[in-house]
């Protein structure tokens, strides 16, 4: 992920964590039904994602992105500004914080 400029993927959790952390902007395609449907609906109402379920639409979405710098960068930085790159050790410290308190 380090080397993209542009990730297409479908949006499960451990991919779009990762990409978020890295401000890595995305086209998702083919979310399931559940959980992966609902990271969809998050990761484009807050602008770091573009949806293409055809293999047409992901060809006109990555031309729309990577030949608009202006909106790659700002889906970069909302990628950015709702990424918990830490969440496992902040959540592991109110983990430790609940059973000291026992």
Do not use: C, W
Not at 34 to 42: A, I, K, L, T, V
Not at 85 to 90: D, L, V
Not at 92 to 100: D, G, M, N, S, T
């Amino acid at each position: 992920m380090d080397a993209a400029d542009l990730l297409i993927t479908k949006p499960g959790g451990l991919t779009s964590s990762e990409a978020l952390a890295k401000g890595l902007p995305m086209i998702i395609t083919n979310p399931l039904p559940g959980q992966e449907e609902r990271n969809s609906h998050y990761l484009l109402k807050q602008g770091t994602a573009e949806r293409a379920d055809t293999i047409e639409s992901v060809i006109l979405g990555v031309h729309n992105v990577l030949q608009h710098p202006h909106k790659l960068k700002r889906m970069q930085e909302h990628a950015l500004a709702i990424a918990k790159p830490y969440a496992a050790i902040e959540i592991a410290r109110a983990i430790f914080q609940v059973l000291a308190v026992t």
